[in-house]
Nanobody, 121 residues
Framework: QVQLVESGGGLVQPGGSLRLSCAASGSIFSIHGMGWYRQAPGKQRELVATITSSGSANYADSVKGRFTISRDNAKNTVYLQMNSLKPEDTAVYYC???????????????WGKGTLVTVSS
């Protein structure tokens, strides 16, 4: 019904920048909240940033001031601009969206397959 596809991951040096994108497609009636989560090896998945349909954003303390989440509702796309990257940011980044499907207006969480971000010299 709904697919989320992340892109933009890759290898970057400490202090560098990267921009992630996540596009939702399918039988979408509306998208409520969207967000980015990440999971490093041996650790649990953690919230990075979320954004409401009206553009209100929240960030994990570890990324405040460095990351910026945004969305383009016309394109059903959410972005994550990552600046001043640290080795600790290395993880698989997953896109999440609370989506109301056409014909069924209850919201449901959907997840992308993830994109790998590696911060290393």
């Amino acid at each position: 019904q709904v697919q989320l596809v992340e892109s933009g991951g890759g290898l970057v040096q400490p202090g560098g920048s990267l921009r992630l994108s996540c596009a939702a497609s399918g039988s979408i009636f509306s998208i409520h909240g969207m967000g980015w989560y990440r999971q490093a090896p041996g650790k649990q998945r953690e919230l990075v940033a979320t954004i409401t349909s009206s553009g209100s954003a929240n960030y994990a303390d570890s990324v405040k001031g460095r990351f910026t989440i945004s969305r383009d509702n016309a394109k059903n796309t959410v972005y994550l601009q990552m600046n001043s990257l640290k080795p600790e940011d290395t993880a698989v980044y997953y896109c999440n969206a609370d989506v109301a499907v056409q014909g069924y207006h209850d919201g449901m969480d959907y997840w992308g397959k993830g994109t790998l971000v590696t911060v290393s010299s």
